[in-house]
């Protein structure tokens, strides 16, 4: 069990509030989702604590008093890992996700890409991959800590992507399985993500088995009837050389039919006997009928 602490960036209001986008506030998308983090990771038996919970908590109205508040938090917790949340915001122009971690910190950076790595496969955001920077969160917490900027709200796509709700959760789940990562630890999805998963599941196993089924009773036919084909086709196969296609078994009394002229083959040569025809010979030359 690890000890994370979540810090959904910026204030409801004061010195330190984040920016703003068609007419979405980065201090509530920032909130949503890291209550959603939160949430996945609780359930996964970690524990949690947060700067902010509540879209209207302020940490501190003055800009440096709302960051030192932050990794001072995190730091007298003692948290194992500290994972900043926020909303790009530049030209309008700009999209997709980022992750940053302090230069130097192995651990920060190892966690970064971890996350980086599900927000670029899981969130169809651009990725932009793993940055350094100086922000203060990250450089002044005491554990591996990541400052993520999720996506760009000034950006009409980025924008559209945070304000749903969907959206907001897939960021949050996919910083979360970059912890698990991180921590070595499965995700133990959702309880709704599983129950999806396993109603999906049941669906496809009916529809396979009920294909499976229909499968055998083809394979079923069509080895009936490769197996009759085989019977008609040894009914109807004739022998007509002594040396070459004819059974073994058959041979000794065919050979000897033929070399006392009971049996003559066609203008060619061919016997055209079938296979019943020579069990009858066999067995009467076998009673004595053909002499020696
Ligand atoms: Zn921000």
């Known amino acids: ?3 994370i602490y979540i810090d959904p960036g910026h204030n409801a209001s004061g010195g330190d509030t984040g920016a703003v986008g068609f007419g979405l506030k980065e201090q509530d998308i920032t909130v949503q989702i890291g209550v959603i983090l939160r949430d996945l990771l609780v359930r996964n038996g970690q524990t949690v604590k947060m700067s902010r919970e509540k879209i209207t908590d302020t940490v501190s109205e003055s800009l440096s008093g709302s960051l030192a508040s932050r990794y001072n938090s995190a ?3 003692n948290a194992d890992l500290f ?7 530049a030209n309008t122009k700009a999209y997709g996700c980022e992750t940053y971690y302090y230069a130097g910190s192995v651990n920060g950076e190892r966690l970064a890409k971890a996350v980086q790595k599900h927000l670029a496969e899981d969130t169809g955001r651009t990725d932009r991959g793993v940055k350094t920077a100086n922000f203060a969160v990250i450089k002044h917490a005491n554990m591996p800590a990541i400052l993520v900027e999720t996506a760009f709200i000034d950006n009409y796509d980025d924008n559209k992507f945070l304000a749903s709700e969907s959206g907001r959760k ?6 979360y399985k970059g912890i698990c990562d991180y921590l070595g630890i499965k995700y133990n999805l959702a309880e709704g993500d599983d129950e999806l998963l396993s109603k999906e599941y049941d669906e496809l196993k009916i529809k396979n088995d009920a294909q499976d089924a229909i499968i055998n009773v083809m394979g079923d ?3 009936q009837n490769a197996n009759d084909i085989r019977k008609i086709n040894i009914r109807l196969r004739r022998y007509d050389y002594i040396d070459s296609n004819m059974p073994e078994w058959a041979v000794p009394t065919i ?3 033929v070399t006392k ?3 003559k083959g066609d203008s060619e040569g061919k016997l055209g006997l ?4 020579m069990r009858l010979y066999v067995v009467n030359d076998r009673a004595g009928a053909y002499g020696e």
């Open 170 to 175: 897939s960021v949050a789940t996919a910083i």
């Open 221 to 223: 036919e069509i080895g």
């Open 83 to 89: 994972v900043s949340i926020h909303c790009n915001s």
């Open 75 to 77: 730091n007298s917790w």
């Open 274 to 277: 079938t296979e019943d025809l």
């Open 261 to 263: 002229g009971y049996l």
């Open 1 to 3: 069990m690890s000890k």
């Open 255 to 257: 050979t000897k039919l």
